[in-house]
């Protein structure tokens, strides 16, 4: 039930669902000033969704800011949250990745700068699995081929939320006796996420120093085209962001975090 609310939330607010039904109650209500008024304002905030340079500025301040290579502290493990991983595809000799890949390629990059010592990789299938492949395997078999050794990678491959990624990843750290207390953690998720994965994992009783990653924004730019011409993709960036509000305030309610 707590899934559905959040997703029915989710679509109810998201950018072009405030649009639409902003156009089919002015078609609606067309014969009144009303109606007219819907038209113009829904008009007029599909332009403002599609504008690069509005939704920049504001994703720069809602996403962790970058954290450079050499003041990153020696950590003894990197706890990765999966999502990057195009499961829609069925294959077992290789990984496909989307948007968000540098999740692992950075956590690669940590390893390699000696920065961490072992990498926990946590994620399963998600909530609509199409083939037996969970994220966390395909991402291991990426971090065995780049030439990470076996025994510095762990996997918890049966999460399908970030709730989940931190309870679980907890589970398995008991499991293999390994004291949080005594032990140091860096977390690796998208930068827009970040808010709502260290939450969680601070309520989890894991500790870690946000390492974020993937990153939604760009440096401020003053062109023609972005302060003006209308961009589809900036209208995706407003659903994710959209998305990770009511995702955050959800988690809030359930007391996740």
């Given at each position: 039930m707590f899934f559905i609310l959040s997703q029915l939330l989710s679509f109810l607010i998201m950018p072009l669902s405030l649009v639409f039904i902003g156009l089919i109650s002015g078609y609606l209500l067309r014969a009144k000033k009303t109606g007219k008024r819907l038209i113009i304002i829904s008009i007029l905030s599909l332009y403002l969704f599609s504008n690069q340079f509005i939704i920049n500025v504001v994703l720069l301040q809602w996403e962790y800011k970058i954290v450079p290579m050499a003041e990153v502290p020696k950590h003894d493990f990197a706890i990765v949250l999966t999502g990057v991983v195009n499961l829609s595809k069925t294959t077992d000799d290789r990984t496909f990745f989307h948007k968000g890949a540098d999740r692992i390629t950075h956590t690669l990059q940590l390893y390699q700068d000696k920065k961490i010592d072992k990498i926990l990789i946590t994620g399963g299938q998600g909530f609509n699995p199409i083939n037996d492949n969970t994220e966390a395997k395909l991402l291991k078999d990426f971090l065995l081929m780049a030439g990470v050794p076996q025994e510095a990678i762990i996997i918890e491959d049966k999460a399908k939320n970030t709730y989940q990624n931190a309870i679980?990843?907890?589970?398995?750290?008991?499991?293999?006796?390994?004291?949080?207390?005594?032990?140091?953690?860096?977390?690796?998720?998208?930068?827009?996420?970040?808010?709502?994965?260290?939450?969680?994992?601070?309520?989890?009783?894991?500790?870690?120093f946000p390492f974020p990653t993937d990153y939604y924004t760009s440096d401020v730019k003053w062109d023609l085209p972005?302060?003006?011409?209308?961009?589809?993709?900036?209208?995706?960036?407003?659903?994710?962001?959209?998305?990770?509000?009511?995702?955050?305030?959800?988690?809030?309610?359930?007391?996740y975090i």
């Open positions: 679980f990843t907890k589970e398995i750290l008991n499991e293999l006796e390994i004291l949080q207390e005594k032990s140091s953690f860096i977390l690796v998720t998208s930068a827009f996420h970040m808010k709502r994965a260290k939450a969680c994992f601070d309520k989890a009783g894991i500790k870690t972005h302060l003006l011409y209308p961009d589809p993709t900036s209208i995706a960036k407003w659903h994710t962001l959209f998305k990770e509000i009511v995702g955050l305030i959800m988690y809030k309610i359930a007391g």
